[in-house]
């Protein structure tokens, strides 16, 4: 079975279960690429058809990207974890990230 990028280690030694996991982090990777992509087309046209269009489809990739992650967090609690104590809060997103560590300690 010949590597892809997202393996350092081989592929034929890893449980399937982190090979899924591989792949959905190629995805996850992949549709944040697209967001980017499409805000970049979305700033530069003039025509406003072509931005809503380039929005639609924008807002797919939001929701693949949350598949995603969501998929992810579900198999690696701990990283749920520091998305709840980070994400959707109000006020500095530092201090958050701050707080939740001095919670570890």
């Known amino acids: ?10 592929p034929e030694e890893l449980k399937e279960e982190i090979r899924d996991f591989a792949r959905i982090i190629a995805s996850l990777i992949e549709e944040a690429e697209a967001i980017n992509w499409y805000q970049q087309r ?8 072509v931005r809503k269009i380039m929005e639609h ?12 992650l969501e ?14 104590a980070i994400l959707f809060k109000e006020g500095d997103i530092l201090e958050n990230a701050e707080k939740w560590e001095k919670t570890k300690e």
């Open 71 to 84: 998929w992810l967090t579900r198999k690696l609690p701990k990283w749920r974890e520091v998305l709840k």
């Open 1 to 10: 079975m010949a590597g892809f990028d997202q393996y350092h280690e081989p």
């Open 57 to 68: 489809a924008q807002e797919e990739e939001f929701e693949h990207f949350a598949i995603d």
């Open 42 to 49: 979305i700033s530069v046209t003039k025509d406003p058809e």
